[in-house]
């Protein structure tokens, strides 16, 4: 993977730096705290931290959102417009070809097992999908060039997106309970978007037909379509009619059994609010501990006074 240059990098650092103080600037000028921001937007209260840290690539709807929550007149719109968010990232050699059938398709149909697509994953989310095969310098190039094709698709003009998720997608955990608790908003949030629609197809005795491997089908401008598989260590295309037919009809008759995107939504929700309780659970358990670390504590402190034996009556 070729790196880019350092000034490139600082440069890309700074400018989303200065996008979250401004909207951070706007937000405190309106009196509004972050979590009241995230319910005007609406989105996570997390998305709007992050955005504000430089720790999160901010998609044009949140900006021209954030315009109309805070009454800004476009300033962030115009700001996010000029700012180029991913300068001059760079892609495995393998996956080069898939980069660019993205920055071009208009149509974008998938289906994903055991983990979330990576046009769809939170940076958190993506980094730890690659610290188990990166770190440092190279692990934070892939986590951007991951991110980068995100971007067109979660732009207001953005091609249409639809994405079918095994519900494994949602039960593997990956990073931790509080990586896939934001992942979880993240979906919830991008499924909000008029190009984008997100179904579960789920686990247990339905009788789902689920093709054998995740898979895409890609409609470039030209009308053209073509399949793209990955495995362990490359990706395939195949343009093949008699395959395109094949999977196309296999994808159609899962998407139509699947859960409906609004079902789809509660069920993520509800794997959102299961992650938020395990989260939350090792302070819990600390609190109970300690409260049983005490009760034994007392149980063992000497009495005060000795014990004095009371005669037992004769019989």
Known sequence: MTRRSAT?????????EVFGELLRHYRESAGLTQEGLARLIPCDRSQVARVEAAKRVPAEPFARACDEALGTGGVLLRLWRRIDWYPEVQHPDWFERRAEMDAEAVALREYQTQVVPGLLQTPEYARAIFSRVAEG??????????LSR????????????VVVLDESCLRNVVGG???MRDQCAHLLDVGRYSN???QVAPAGPTELIR??????????????DWLYAESLTSGHF??????????????????????????SATLISEAMKGF???????????DLDQEQLQRQRRRKLPRSRPRVPRPRPRT
Do not use: M
């Open 150 to 161: 995100q971007q067109r698709f979660l732009a207001k003009s953005g091609p249409l997106y």
């Open 8 to 16: 490139a990098s600082e440069a890309a650092a700074t400018t989303a």
């Open 137 to 146: 310098d190279e692990l934070e190039e892939r986590v951007k060039a991951r």
């Open 211 to 224: 093709p054998k491997t995740s898979l895409s089908l890609i409609t470039l401008p030209d009308g053209t």
């Open 238 to 263: 195949y343009d093949d009619p008699a395959a395109l037919a094949r999977y196309g009809q296999t994808y159609d008759v899962l998407r139509a059994d699947a859960l409906s995107a609004q079902a």
């Open 177 to 179: 309970a509080e990586v």
């Open 196 to 198: 984008i629609r997100i």
């Open 276 to 286: 938020e309780q395990y989260a939350e659970a090792p302070a819990q358990r600390g």
